[in-house]
């Protein structure tokens, strides 16, 4: 990923702290591509119909994902409320969706790493959420 | 859209009042498209300068609708945390657009359009999150 | 839809017929939407193990349709190159996914529903492609 | 990113060779991180007005490698065409997107890494799409 380089090179002046913001582009990337993933492993295994839920609650998370990745990587009039609520929502939707994943872990290698990368992303932007509180 | 038709075959239970869901989802629909359309026809005005931060909060309410859209859509093992925290970032995001677009109104048409459809959207989404709580 | 009206405002000139973009972009929209809501319908059927191509055909028609809306709905700079090739990538996307819908239309009432929603895109896709042609 | 990981764990078979499909998903989450980025960074130059054309290129090619990101996350019922059409689509606006940022990549920085993501984007899409034509 880019987003390091990319926030070094805006032309305007930044309020946030440089590397959260990058470290949450990261994982919130990492994040959608896994849940997406999940899903569609999910979708494979003999027993999907036991994994509806899991499934369900994969694509939300990418999509969630997706949203405020693009919100934390634009800086031109930021509004802290905006970004405020788009994290509130998208750890939400990360521990979510870590919960289902944990829950299934133990049996399916796919939703062991995507639990992953939910929690990290539930994590980096729990710390975004805080520098701007 | 077909989201009224699409709900009516639903094979399982739906747990929200089924107009108030439509009527939301064709909101997110018509929101998310008119703030994109709107972030470029600010790019095309010889004022561009004087609309950054209309522009960025086009591209920001377009991205939240599409995700809030995509989670109002579907139905499977819903999780009333996951829908209530996205609508509240939506509607947030509509509201600082109608905001940022009100304030060019009586120059842009675009904007005026526009922000009719975030004040719609904002309504629709307080609609279902009034029914959730 | 508002985007006739935001066509209508668009501040610079437009080498497409209004009308024309107009349509595709509300088929689009109403089939992303329509293929999202069918996925989830298809998640939540006994049955779903004999629908897990259906569920991806229309996750990926869901995707491609939201990115060729995004793009028809910009005019500034238009490349007539980008516009042709995903117009083309989404057209093969809805009839994939009209093709796959159509064969369970008979037993699933949301399959037919959606099935209607990708002809009618490829439809409107096809009638902007022969105009840029 | 997990996309290795991820596809690791995939529970079926795959056709594709998995070294390609991971570096083309995680060169198109790169890609689209950078477009969105760059888009912004754009509009808060001081010389926006110069910029309309390499910010909406920007936005579509986002949008073109999100939506093939997630086509190339997904397995189940793989459709060479419908792969294939994605793949040509967004390796188009990899590549305008590119010829614009090289365009101003002495005067942006921002340009400069964002036309490398989109040259690398292209490379990693034009890989997996001759493994299977």
Redesign the interface.
């Known amino acids: 990923?880019?987003?390091t380089?990319?926030?070094?090179?805006?032309?305007?002046t930044l309020t946030l702290d440089r590397s959260l913001i990058a470290a949450a582009?990261d994982a919130l990337?990492?994040c959608?591509?896994?849940c997406?993933?999940?899903?569609?492993?999910c979708?494979?295994?003999?027993m999907?119909?036991e994994l509806?839920?899991c499934?369900?609650?994969n694509?939300?998370c990418?999509?969630?994902c997706?949203?405020t990745?693009?919100?934390l990587?634009?800086?031109?009039?930021d509004?802290a409320?905006?970004t405020r609520?788009?994290l509130?929502?998208c750890l939400?939707?990360c521990r979510?969706c870590a919960d289902e994943c944990e829950a299934h872990a133990g049996m399916?290698?796919?939703c062991?790493?995507?639990a992953?990368?939910c929690r990290a992303c539930e994590a980096a932007c729990t710390a975004v959420l805080d520098a701007i509180r």
Chains 1, 2, 3, 4 share one sequence.
Do not use: F, W
């Open positions: 990923m880019k987003s380089a990319m926030l070094e090179t805006y032309p305007a582009i990337a990492e959608a591509q896994a997406t993933a999940c899903a569609d492993a979708l494979s295994e003999d999907v119909a509806r839920t499934i369900r609650t694509l939300d990418a999509d969630s997706t949203a990745e693009r919100i990587s634009r800086h031109t009039g509004d409320n905006v609520a788009h509130e929502a939400t939707a979510t399916h290698e796919h062991r790493v995507c992953e990368a």
